[in-house]
């Protein structure tokens, strides 16, 4: 079974400039999520998605940051313009989701992008 | 804001001894769940523990719940110089979010 693919695996960019990530998530997995991980701190939810719906974005900086789900498989997450602060990993994972079963809720990660704002 | 916290933030033991690490929450969930990341990686799932469970085994590994003092124990017996990385508890309120806390690193000297 092929895992969460993401690319690009590094990025470095200038502040202000843009920058999306790209995800890719495991086939049949029905939730998708984005998270920011800052070195040393644990991952912080961006945003969930259900399907192609949102079920959550409330951690998500709207004014910089916009992700979509296309047809309910892969995602985008882009950030316009970039600030110093947005120096992180961004890791997305997915999870089966549905009803019953073992693993519905375990989630399975991507390696990340690891982003430099300069 | 970050619903679990874990506890020792960093930790150094000898290869063959146990590893215990705690994780406390703030509100009722459905599940906790324990990742591990390895340097520079993504996180892999170790195991998920229901609100109505109270222990949990997988291999090396066991975890513990206690939803009234709204704590998690995750203990790694024989360690291995392989088990050096950090480990997160992940909670999921009644709901569909999934939160990490801040991690414990772990440390194995072979």
């Known amino acids: 079974e092929a895992g969460v693919a993401q690319s690009p695996r590094y990025k470095i960019i200038e502040k202000r400039q843009s920058v999306a990530f790209w995800c890719n998530p495991i086939?049949?997995?029905?939730?998708l999520y984005w998270y920011q991980q800052i070195l040393g701190q644990g991952p912080k939810l961006l945003i969930q998605?259900?399907?192609?719906?949102?079920?959550?974005d409330s951690q998500l900086p709207k004014d910089r940051f916009s992700a979509e789900r296309l047809k309910g498989v892969d995602s985008t997450l882009k950030i316009q313009p970039a600030k110093l602060e947005d120096s992180a990993v961004y890791l997305c994972?997915?999870?089966?989701?549905?009803?019953?079963?073992?693993?519905?809720?375990?989630?399975?990660f991507g390696s990340g992008t690891q982003l430099s704002v300069l | 804001s970050q619903q679990g916290e874990e506890d020792p933030q960093a930790l150094s033991i000898q290869e063959g001894e146990n590893a215990t690490m705690n994780c406390s929450y703030k509100t009722s969930i459905n599940n906790l769940q324990w990742y591990r990341q390895n340097s520079g990686r993504g996180l892999v799932h170790l195991i998920l523990?229901?609100?109505?469970?109270r222990e949990k085994h997988s291999g090396r590994l066991r975890v513990t719940l206690d939803t009234s003092k709204k704590s998690s124990s995750l203990l790694i017996t024989a360690s291995r110089a392989a088990d050096t990385a950090s480990y997160f508890c992940?909670?999921?309120?009644?709901?569909?979010?999934?939160?990490f806390g801040a991690g414990t690193r772990l440390f194995v000297k072979a």
């Open positions: 994972a997915s999870s089966p989701g549905g009803q019953g079963g073992e693993n519905i809720e375990k989630l399975f």
């Open positions: 992940a909670t999921s309120p009644w709901g569909f979010k999934t939160i």
């Open positions: 523990i229901r609100s109505n469970e």
């Open positions: 998605f259900q399907n192609n719906g949102v079920v959550d």
């Open positions: 086939s049949g997995h029905a939730t």
